[in-house]
């Protein structure tokens, strides 16, 4: 033991002899100070940057002493400094869960944008995070919100009403990261997840709504084509009527014309006898310029014998 601490005072004394000879040297001097100098500033260097969409959280011996903007911060010896993030940050919630009202179990994914309010840095950086992140807190949060919330609806007002339960959603997972000093900047949901017996039914009663709304257009063609062909019968049925009636017209008109003409003849023919005997005698020359000059070949009783009446 004894030999051990003779060698640690040699060796003392020698560092002794070695900084001594060095600061009795000017040049070798100025030098070890100069690095001694460097170190110290190194070490204790006063100032520090805050960039942009970070906080500076100041503290001294552990405890907060002030929050810092983005820029240039002057520390005391004594003081760090801590970076905090206020960016937007993201948190993914993979097949959160939840039941419905009509005790449908459903399942989404979300993505949920936050992000911590500037003036509750001091707050969150003491209770929940030393740099911002607090996605472990919102996924929790977003799966409370999510079932308080699908418990209000019905499996089909969900996928109908998908944008005002995305505002529910929004208003309840607000009202729970304001506890931890977040504030909701948007929510990404995708399509809901319900069971496969859920969905083949929801299959079915859409197969069965087109084939009801398919049977009713056909219906609806078939009654247009209906009342087309009525309407062609009931139009054709009125032109034969017109058609009929103007014929009617016409020949009421003809026969009134012919009845009008035989009257006046008849009028004319009581006033003057010598009409008809004229009539007679046309009638009697045409008979003569058409007769061929051949006597009729079988003569029966009572029949004209084809002569003039020369005894006139």
Known sequence: MSGILRGAEGEAIAVT???SRAFRTPSRGKLVIGAVGLLLLFMFWPFRSVPTGSRGVVTQFGAIKGIQDEGLVLLAPWEKLALFSVRAEEAKIEEADGSTSDTQPVKVSMTVRYSISVNRVAEVYEKYS????????????????????????TAPDLIAKRAQVSNDIADALRRKLNIYGAQVINIDMRNFAFSSDYMKAISDKVTQEQLRLGAENKL?????????KVAIAEAEAA????????????NLKMATAQADALRIQNAALAQNKDVLELRRIEVERM??????????????????????NVSK
């Open 287 to 308: 008979k003569a310029e058409r007769w061929d000059g051949k006597l009729p070949q079988n003569i029966y009783a009572g029949a004209p014998v084809p002569f003039l």
């Open 239 to 250: 032109a034969l009527r017109a058609k009929a009636d103007g014929e009617a017209y016409a």
């Open 17 to 19: 002899d070695g900084l």
């Open 220 to 228: 609806r063609t078939v009654e247009a084509e209906q009342k087309q």
């Open 130 to 153: 030393h740099d911002g992140n607090l996605s472990s807190y919102v996924q929790t949060a977003t799966q409370e919100a999510f079932k308080a919330v699908t418990a209000r609806y």
